[in-house]
């Protein structure tokens, strides 16, 4: 099943802050973060793993609440270059050496100067 | 290092036709996903290989669809007879393994249009 990110789609002036959500039915293993820039693939961007790890991506971070079944990406002062496509694809252990990844429908990020 | 190879980048065929992707994964890696994505239905997982094993088809829409990987550096995926709701940009993916919290590299994709 799919998780479910919001906001779909957010605009925002050079220099501010946005939060993307994404949020589970089910026990996460990992959470992963994509961007995909328009007319090209999606490019990974951080893992989350189970255990409330956090980790960042230059001004880029995230946090997962594996509780809560939650993983949040934090844009803070925000550059033209964060334009695109944000995407979390969630991880489920479904049993040995099978997992699979199943990914949001994505939040569009508009950043204007 | 080379990243993940997809050819065709683009492909126009009539429907009826059988159309053939291919892709190389990232040479070490040991598993191979197949995407497909539209608008409507977002990126969706096809399939994945774990060490040439298919492993998860529960994604392929029909059999109409099929998946292959015959070596550890080649995968195809082929569609026969194709039709015009199978347009959309096909994503192969590579990882050293699935699972585990491993990073998956996306290849560049393949727009297919189906008239």
């Known amino acids: 099943q799919q998780p479910v990110q919001s906001p779909q789609a957010v605009i925002l002036r050079e220099g501010e802050d946005a939060v993307i959500n994404c949020s589970s039915s089910k026990a996460l293993y990992s959470v992963h973060w994509y961007r995909q820039k328009h007319g090209e693939a999606p490019v990974f961007l951080m893992i989350?793993?189970?255990?409330?790890e956090q980790k960042g991506h230059d001004k880029i971070s995230a946090s997962f609440n594996e509780k809560k079944q939650q993983s949040s990406l934090y844009l803070t002062a925000s550059q033209l270059s964060y334009s695109g496509t944000y995407f979390c694809?969630?991880?489920?252990?479904?049993?040995?050496?099978?997992?699979?990844?199943?990914f949001g429908a994505g939040t569009t990020v508009t950043v204007r100067a | 290092d080379a990243g993940v190879i997809q050819s065709p980048r683009h492909e126009v065929t009539e429907m009826g036709q059988e159309v053939t992707l291919r892709c190389k994964p990232i040479s070490g890696h040991n598993s191979l996903f197949w995407y497909r994505q539209t608008m409507m239905r977002g990126l969706e997982l096809l399939i994945y290989?774990?060490?040439?094993?298919?492993?998860?088809d529960s994604g392929m829409p029909e059999d109409r669809f099929s998946a292959k990987m015959p070596n550890a550096s080649f995968s195809t995926l082929k569609i026969q007879p194709s039709e015009p709701r199978d347009s959309a940009v096909y994503f192969c993916a590579s990882s050293k393994i699935a699972g585990a919290g491993e990073t998956q590299y996306f290849g560049p994709g393949t727009r297919l249009l189906v008239l």
């Open positions: 290989f774990n060490n040439n094993v298919p492993i998860d």
């Open positions: 989350l793993l189970k255990g409330g």
């Open positions: 694809g969630t991880e489920s252990r479904r049993g040995s050496n099978d997992y699979k990844l199943s």
